[in-house]
Every structure is written in structure tokens, then in C-alpha cells.
């Protein structure tokens, strides 16, 4: 078993940055790659980004790419997205995903999910 908890969501403003985290406790599959995904309301999850156990490789929706970042502490068993120049299209729920091998940026490749965190982005 392994427990994900998202935090760091908040009310910003557009153009501002947001850092979100994940820490994982439990049974840890901490060394498989990590997703974040997330969903605003009426519209399906999205992916968003993913990076592998090594932490040198990362992928990222064409949406974000450029003004995301994520980033992983295996010490900490923690996974980080940095969010900048925020758009109020990125407002969402933002979901930690764990325990993925391939295809990470499918939904349905991962095991493990946070209860998400909320993040809004004004004009």
C-alpha cells in the first residue's frame, strides 16, 4: 500500500508560480515514476507530467511544457511540481499519481492516487 498527499494548492493570481508536493509514506514504490495529472470541474483528468525513478527524465503535456516543472527528492519521497506564468486555464484539481513502469502519461498506468489539491487562478 502506499499513501500519497498532495499539497501547496491555493488561490493565486494569473501570471504568479505555485509549488505543489507529494509525499508518499507506506509501502513506497518511491523508484517507479511519478505523475501528476489534474482535472477542473466538467472536463476529463488531464495528464500533465511525469517524471522517472532516476529523476533525470521528465515529460510534459504540450499545455504546460515550459512553465511546469517537476522534481523529485527520493530522500524525502517526495515529488514536486512547480508551477509558473499560471493561466486560469490551469486551474484545478491537481492529483499525485504513484506506481507507474510505461506509458506513464495514461491515467490508467498508475496504481496509487492522492486526494488531490485544489488550485485557482484568477485574472
Known amino acids: 500500500q502506499v499513501q500519497l498527499v498532495e499539497s501547496g494548492g491555493g488561490l493565486v493570481q494569473a501570471g504568479d508560480s505555485l509549488r505543489l508536493s507529494c509525499a508518499a509514506s507506506?509501502?513506497?514504490?518511491?523508484?517507479?515514476?511519478m505523475g501528476w495529472f489534474r482535472q477542473a470541474p466538467g472536463k476529463e483528468r488531464q495528464f500533465v507530467a511525469l517524471?522517472?525513478?532516476?529523476?533525470?527524465?521528465?515529460y510534459y503535456a504540450d499545455s504546460v511544457k515550459g512553465r511546469f516543472t517537476i522534481s523529485r527528492d527520493n530522500a524525502k519521497n517526495t515529488v514536486y511540481l512547480q508551477m509558473a506564468l499560471l493561466k486560469p486555464e490551469d486551474a484545478a484539481v491537481y492529483y499525485c499519481?504513484?506506481?507507474?513502469?510505461?506509458?506513464?502519461?495514461?491515467?490508467?498506468?498508475?496504481?496509487?492516487w492522492g486526494q488531490g489539491t485544489q488550485v485557482t487562478v484568477s485574472s
Open positions: 507506506g509501502r513506497s514504490f518511491f523508484s517507479a515514476t
Open positions: 499519481a504513484a506506481e507507474c513502469i510505461n506509458f506513464c502519461y495514461l491515467e490508467s498506468r498508475y496504481s496509487y
Open positions: 517524471i522517472k525513478k532516476s529523476g533525470e527524465n521528465t
